[in-house]
């Protein structure tokens, strides 16, 4: 002969009659397992009259389990784009499931650095799996701006302006310009370095330096015959 027996559920100390099975077992039947209603957002707390062992008594055959929220978390990471890279340390929320927490972007991020992309959300529910999200982060543009000047005139004879990012490798180098010479004597020492926040400039020097001309074949004669 069959008994009925009851699983009732709570929920932070709340019963929820929706939840109640109500189930069969034989005379005696140790019942060592009862339907899973955790939802992926509670554990058990606690269980009174479990194992159950069937009786005739139907007040005595009720289980009664208590679910409580999980614990879950939250990482926010900030890292270097196309990296794992951390420009600040992680953070990491623990909380019960459902409690809504708010992230934000670093305070103590270097200056060299800017944000190119947040999380879909700022305001973010825990789960019952830990969750986490990135900001990311490039170091900024950067420029080394390159000047040909003619040393005694001051004359700016050409430009040209190097582009990268902040803390990448630069190397400026002089150029061939029609009737000038580059002083080698006054080589920047800036001409090769690593890109700043601020506009490098590097400064190459000039003399003039007029080619030699081959003259015109009538000239010449015109010369003789005189």
């Known amino acids: 002969e069959k008994f009925d027996y009851k699983v009732m559920y709570y929920y ?112 973010i529910t825990m789960t019952g799996e830990p969750i986490e999200v990135t900001y990311v982060y490039k170091l900024k543009d950067a420029e080394v701006i390159v000047n040909h000047v003619e040393k005694s005139t001051g004359k700016l004879l050409e430009t040209e302006t190097l582009k990268g990012l902040v803390d990448e490798q630069y190397h400026a180098m002089p150029k061939a310009i029609k009737g000038y010479k580059v002083i080698s004597s006054e080589t920047p020492l800036n001409e090769i370095g690593k890109m700043t926040l601020e506009p490098i400039t590097v400064t190459y020097y000039y003399e003039y330096a007029p080619e030699q001309t081959t003259p015109d074949k009538t000239e010449v004669e015109g010369e003789k015959d005189t």
């Open 12 to 123: 932070e100390g709340k019963l929820d009659d929706t939840k109640t099975e109500v189930l069969k077992g034989g005379y005696e039947d140790i019942i060592g397992s009862y339907p899973d209603k955790s939802e992926g957002k509670y554990e058990v707390e606690k269980t009174e009259n479990f194992p159950l062992k069937v009786s005739m008594n139907p007040n005595s055959n009720i289980i009664k389990v208590y679910y409580t929220k999980k614990m879950s978390s939250i990482t926010v990471h900030y890292y270097l784009n196309n990296t794992t890279t951390p420009v600040s340390q992680d953070v990491v929320i623990k909380d019960y499931v459902d409690t809504v927490h708010k992230i934000k972007e670093a305070s103590d991020i270097a200056e060299k650095y800017e944000l190119v992309k947040k999380p879909d959300s700022e305001e």
